[in-house]
């Protein structure tokens, strides 16, 4: 796996206990090929409206996946699983430079299974969550933003613990582990026509995540 280009000005910050944002780590050119390349393979995983378990409501975000296993929410719940819901084909891989990302940022031995693609165009938001659907809750979860500029919120392991709010940024990464990998998280809005990156409008995120224990 190749190094991934490392821009001499990308800034380290420590957000909260476990949640490292790396500020302006892609640069201009790494996310028009992040960009392009994710385009590509959304050609063949199209963007879906995923639904809420039980009520139906649809959500605000479009997603897709790339990799062994998808994250899906519908109906009946939410889950992994190795197919697109509406075509039913595997997913496409995940991109290289993802991958490389991975090894570089989270040093965790086994390499991410599912990359989540989250598109918000104009007025998408995601409300505060945790991410726990996951069996291997040891491993990091590793985001990369891409387009317009956004509110990200981030809490405790309590719904009621007090939240802070960052700015994420085109070409900035996080990663979240330890004390901050089952913390609740969310996107209060998306700043519309911050980046122009986008065809159509909006931000991408890319969230890679190791779903079952390695081995
Ligand atoms: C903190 N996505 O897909 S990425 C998600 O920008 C999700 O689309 C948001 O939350 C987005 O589930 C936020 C940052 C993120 C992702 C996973 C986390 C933060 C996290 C898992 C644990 C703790
Ligand atoms: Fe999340």
């Not at 992994?80 to 090894?103: E, F, V």
Request: one cysteine or more; charged letters at 20%.
């Amino acid at each position: 796996m190749g190094t991934v280009e490392a821009p001499t000005d990308a800034l380290r910050l420590d957000v909260a206990p476990g949640v490292v944002l790396w500020h302006g780590r892609l640069d201009a050119g790494a996310q028009r090929a992040l960009l392009d390349d994710v385009l590509a393979r959304v050609e063949l995983a199209p963007f879906y409206r995923p639904r809420m378990p039980l009520s139906g409501a649809p959500f605000s975000v479009e997603e897709t996946n790339f990799g062994p296993l998808g994250w899906v929410s519908d109906k009946s719940g939410y889950r992994y699983q190795p197919t697109h819901p509406l075509s039913g084909k595997p997913w496409p891989a995940i991109p290289p430079l993802l991958l490389a990302l991975w090894d570089e940022l989270t040093q965790y031995p086994a390499p991410p299974q599912c990359c989540l693609v989250n598109l918000y165009r104009a007025g998408a938001k995601m409300g505060l969550h945790q991410d726990r659907d996951e069996g291997a809750r040891d491993a990091p979860v590793l985001s990369v933003s891409l387009g317009d500029e956004a509110l990200f919120r981030i809490g405790g392991t309590s719904r009621r613990d007090p939240t802070r709010g960052v700015a994420l940024r085109s070409g900035d990464v996080l990663v979240f582990g330890g004390p901050a990998r089952l913390a609740f998280h969310g996107i209060d809005r998306v700043k519309a026509g911050t980046s122009g990156q986008i065809p159509g409008g909006g931000r991408i995120n890319l969230t890679l995540r190791r779903v079952t224990p390695p081995q």
